[in-house]
């Protein structure tokens, strides 16, 4: 399959320094022991004049980290920085979260060839640690920018003013700095994320911002310190910012007393139609409201972390509206069916009276509380114990994906994503694979794919996917 790439962090977990012996214990003893490792991000592999980060984190409270001697072809770009942050692992099913410490540097490799990361030392509980030297493949600079494609993608594409959009950053190849930047004159920026994508042509680099602005008009976004082989490359993109709201007519303007026609009418704004009406675009709008309030912290924290922590698929706004959108329709149903009685036999009391409200009203109530409560179980994962790392996970995903015809969309230390197309005889408009991966165990799910709006009418064949990489992953086990 083409696009699909395997590379990951390389992690080194040594034992106490002193003790080449590998230690006897359990899992869940590991988990306990304090540990001292080093991070270095290959994710795509290594080339000359690129900067990587590179981390030496504790597990547990330890003395100042001693950073290491680097020598010819590695350099240190700017100041180490020293960082707290927490970690979220799974052993032997129980999740355990810890705090962890460690010293991030800025690496560049100035020339090709095989370079030696140094070794770091610490001490935790009075007993010395080191990570190992260990060797890496350094590939040369790149030289040809032609076929690099940088964007500016817009979501939503047309924002308002007051209120937040994203920006991302999209490349086909990984810059230098690896952390790229953007500005403008007027707009409020913080990053919200990165992330590797890959498809059936080339990698995409995708870097993420929330941006706000506060006025309408127009700004011009423009890229900060984006370099590929040494190279400054320079993407700028105008964006029109609009109004959070038209102006309404003043109902009490005399053009508009001229306009009203006589009450009784069906044209009457006074008409009980045109209440119900509103009533039905306000109901539209509490839903829209109540999806977006259930799901307001849902994309906060990076898909794996959240899937990890709470077992189930987060969704956005606009997803959650396609993912419940039977259930929402159901709760619009007594409203239309009401409609379509009024315009048949007129709005008067009598219609209103003789309406059957239990079974025009209760019923499709009932019936969308019990689909609402089905698709959100749907969004929960499927644990899979395993003993194999997120990097054993490429050759089997890579033949799933060319026997099934499923088309990767995303492949990281983190999780797998992947799409299906639309099929038949089953009426399917395709669905969302995931593949999130935990600490000895991973976690599966497969929906309807939420950015389609076709998928509410779609039955899917999500226990098939489910059930083809269960078995996959219990085959790469026993083996």
Request: proline residues 8%.
């Amino acid at each position: 399959m083409k696009g699909l790439f395997l590379s990951m962090t390389l992690l080194l977990c040594p034992p106490p320094y002193g003790n080449a012996e590998a230690s006897a214990a359990t899992a869940s003893k590991e988990a306990s022991d304090p540990r001292f490792r080093a991070e270095l991000d290959t994710l795509g592999g290594l080339r000359a004049g690129v900067e990587y980060t590179l981390r030496y984190e504790c597990t547990a409270p330890c003395d100042s980290i001693r950073p290491p001697c680097f020598r010819e072809p590695i350099e240190t770009v700017g100041e180490a920085t020293h960082y707290r942050g927490t970690r979220l692992e799974l052993i032997d099913g129980r999740r355990r979260k810890y705090t962890t410490q460690g010293l991030s540097l800025r690496i560049r490799f100035t020339r090709e060839g095989v370079a030696e990361v140094p070794s770091a030392t610490t001490r935790i509980g009075g007993r010395k640690y080191a990570t190992p030297a260990v060797r890496v493949r350094v590939g040369p600079p790149r030289q040809d920018l032609r076929d690099i494609r940088c964007r500016f993608e817009l979501r939503p594409e047309h924002p308002q003013a007051g209120s937040e959009f994203t920006v991302a950053l999209v490349c086909t190849a990984r810059p230098d700095n690896g952390d790229p930047g953007i500005a403008a004159d007027g707009l409020t920026f913080r990053r919200s994320g990165s992330g590797v994508q890959t498809g059936t042509d080339a990698p995409r680099y995708e870097y993420t911002f929330r941006v706000r602005a506060e006025r309408e008009g127009r700004y011009t976004i423009r890229t900060a310190g984006l370099r590929f082989g040494g190279r400054e490359y320079a993407l700028s993109r105008e964006v029109r910012i609009g109004r959070t709201g038209a102006d309404a007519p003043d109902p009490d303007s005399p053009e508009s007393r001229d306009a009203r026609p006589a009450t009784g009418r069906a044209s009457d704004p006074e008409h009980p139609f045109f209440l119900l009406f509103g009533g039905l675009l306000t109901l539209m709008a509490a839903e829209w409201l109540a999806v977006r309030q259930f799901v307001r912290h849902e994309c906060d924290e990076p898909l794996a972390d959240f899937v990890l922590r709470t077992g189930r698929l987060p969704l956005t706004a606009w997803q959650a509206s396609t993912h419940y959108g039977l259930p929402l329709v159901l709760v619009l149903l007594p409203a239309v069916i009401l409609a379509i009685a009024g315009f048949t036999d007129g709005f008067s009391r009598a219609t209103f009276a003789a309406f059957p409200w239990k079974r025009c009203a209760a019923l499709p109530l009932a019936l969308a509380v019990i689909t609402a409560r089905r698709q959100y179980r749907k969004l929960r994962c499927t644990p899979v114990r395993t003993p194999l790392k997120a990097g054993d996970f490429g050759p089997l995903l890579e033949e799933l994906c060319r026997l099934h015809g499923w088309e990767p969309l995303h492949y990281g230390t983190d999780c797998f994503v992947g799409r299906t197309h639309p099929g038949f005889p089953i009426p399917s408009w395709g669905e969302r694979l995931y593949v999130v991966f935990g600490k000895g165990e991973v976690q599966i799910n497969s929906i309807s794919d939420p950015d389609e709006r076709t998928a509410i009418s779609s039955f899917g064949r999500n226990r098939r996917n489910i059930r083809l990489i269960r078995e996959a992953v219990e085959r790469a086990r026993k083996a």
